[in-house]
């Protein structure tokens, strides 16, 4: 069934399967702030209001991998080419799930959904810091939110007053004017005086607004979750952080750090983290694991919608198992492509990043797409909608760590067998038994290496390492394929994606070319079906084969013998940059 688009009138019911739709494309960060709170806390009823950005972060772009319109259905970037991979997603859910769709403004929003909103929090949008500059209110992005979460409140200034007049129909019951100089001063006031009545299940970290800090909220307000905008950074990894030649040095303070251990502190262990936030990827991987939690990169609106949208299917392994007895080998190259950034909230919410599951080219051979137990444990509609539209060549592997992301060495030992069985759980439910790790490593209480036996507890069964060692190893009967074609494209200067696939190819014939008419087993991670299917092209099919993450650890293991001896060598010219973990 089409999905229906409809206008709204002033005297209508809300049915259970209509979506008020408001698009924000043109607001500014106050407007931005009303409408997350206003989102999240209608939503708490049901799936009514769905917001489109009109690609506020750089990821809900159609083609940002510049593959080209060619790459897509007919018309597709042309229509999305505003509203972005939400807008092909929002018509994607409204067909499965027969929603109708009614575009409002904020102002008729107001007056159709109140019952959910007890009053008004008034804030001034702009205040003078401590030296006297005018600033932006610094609470916005922590103090106001989570205040507005709790109290069941929507955030104004009182220019936002003069401009809906729906927002008549509410009473001002907190006035927040005036109440703050600085950023912390906002953060420890909300620290002291609404942390405790916040959920201890996670918290929610602002980034900026490019990245949709403020519209990721939705979520945290719909569970009244605590909001905050601090540094990536504890007190016990300072020295690492900083290490960072990335990070300047005078980013932090340790007041900064202390406030940041109290807010992770309230959540129970493994909890998460939502979002993303200053202190580089190096520091929002390691500070998490330090407090018993896991990070999701949230970045992206609708986190509220989505949660409510009720699932078809009730098995959520993933549809395509390879049966390993009936893998054959070859003396061939074995190559298995891998998506990045699946493990995250944001590529769930975006279609796998750009539209990429909307490609001509995803389909025509096999694609691994990275997925996270977490992220699907938190919204079943999502994995319903990917495992109910992919092809017989669409795989799925878990990426980062296994359960949201984290660097599982700065995890305290007493919580290591912990995550391992929520992985191993995970792998049971959605049928996973692949995993992608960075920055891996393990240690007990006496410094000992113990990341092969904890990976054993998880039940997987094949890993992959962005490593520049290049072969595959073994530990406890468990292949481990290393690779330092990760990002490849990203390091090639050339104009087109159609050029980087042939210079990728050829180092990778070159490669087969000095390892000999032997088996070989890669991976690629990072790209489009498009750049994936251009790379194919170059590839000699007597001495190449593309298969799934599944069919080249078995592989791997019924060679094991021979292939333990091999090691490849790639000619890439460029960096990646310094969170490259082969450099790191």
């Keep these: 069934m089409t999905n229906q688009v409809t206008n709204i009138s002033k005297n209508e019911t809300m049915n259970s399967n209509t979506v008020l739709v408001i698009k924000c494309g043109d607001y500014d960060v106050y407007e931005r702030t009303l409408v997350t709170v206003f989102q999240g806390l209608v939503n708490r009823s049901g799936p009514n209001v769905f917001i489109l950005s009109e690609k506020t972060s750089w990821i809900n772009t159609v083609d940002r991998q510049n593959d080209g319109a060619q790459s897509y259905p007919e018309g597709f970037c042309g229509r999305y080419d505003v509203t972005g991979t939400e807008g092909a997603m929002l018509d994607d859910f409204a067909e499965k799930y027969n929603l109708e769709l009614k575009y409002v403004t904020l102002n008729e929003a107001l007056m159709f959904c109140c019952e959910n909103i007890r009053g008004l929090i008034e804030y001034d949008a702009v205040v003078k810091d401590e030296n006297g500059e005018l600033v932006e209110n610094p609470a916005r992005t922590n103090a106001i939110i989570t205040a507005s979460g709790i109290y069941d409140c929507l955030p104004v200034t009182p220019e936002l007053l003069k401009k809906y007049p729906a927002l008549e129909n509410f009473e001002v019951v907190m006035d927040m004017r005036g109440k703050f100089l600085s950023r912390l001063q906002a953060t420890q006031w909300a620290v002291d005086n609404l942390l405790e009545k916040c959920s201890t299940k996670f918290v929610s970290s602002y980034f900026y607004e490019g990245e949709n800090g403020t519209l990721q909220n939705d979520y945290a307000v719909m569970n009244s979750a605590f909001c905050y905008e601090l540094a990536a950074i504890a007190p016990e990894i300072m020295e690492h952080v900083l290490a960072d030649p990335a990070i300047s040095k005078d980013s932090f303070d340790l007041k900064e750090a202390e406030l940041l251990d109290k807010i992770l502190n309230h959540v129970e262990d493994f909890g998460f983290v939502w979002g993303w936030g200053k202190g580089g990827e190096n520091g929002q991987a390691s500070v998490t694991p330090l407090h018993g939690l896991e990070l999701v990169c949230a970045n992206m609106p609708n986190g509220s919608f989505y949660v409510q949208i009720k699932p078809e299917r009730t098995d959520f392994r993933q549809p395509n198992r390879i049966d390993k007895d009936k893998v054959k080998v070859d003396n061939k190259f074995y190559i298995a492509f891998m998506t990045n950034e699946g493990d995250s909230y944001k590529a769930m919410a975006s279609l796998q990043n750009y539209a990429s599951w909307k490609q001509n080219a995803r389909g025509k051979f096999p694609i691994n797409w990275g997925i996270d137990p977490l992220v699907l444990d938190l919204f079943p509609s999502i994995a319903d909608y990917y495992f109910s539209s992919a092809t017989k060549n669409d795989y799925f592997f878990f990426a980062a760590a296994g359960y949201g992301y984290i660097h599982p060495d700065y995890l305290p030992v007493h919580l290591q067998n912990g995550y391992a069985d929520l992985i191993k759980a995970g792998g049971i439910k959605y049928g996973v038994d692949n995993v992608d790790i960075w920055w891996f490593s393990m240690h007990d209480e006496n410094g000992n290496e113990v990341q092969w036996d904890w990976l054993a507890k998880t039940g997987m069964r094949g890993l992959t390492l962005w490593n520049a060692s290049n072969r595959t190893d073994f530990h406890n009967d468990i292949p481990v394929i290393n690779s330092s074609l990760y990002y490849a494209d990203y390091k090639i200067q ?77 000619d890439l010219s460029g960096s990646v940059g310094a969170w490259d973990p082969t450099t790191a």
């Design 494 to 570: 050339a104009e087109t994606n159609v050029k980087k696939a042939e210079i990728i190819a050829h180092s990778l014939i070159n490669a087969r070319k000095n390892i000999g008419n032997h088996t070989y087993c890669t991976v690629y991670y990072g790209g489009s079906p498009e750049l994936f299917s251009n790379i194919i092209k170059n590839l000699p099919e007597e001495e190449f084969e593309v298969v799934s993450l599944q069919e080249l650890f078995a592989v791997a293991e019924k060679s094991r013998e021979s292939i333990v001896s091999l090691t490849a060598e790639y």
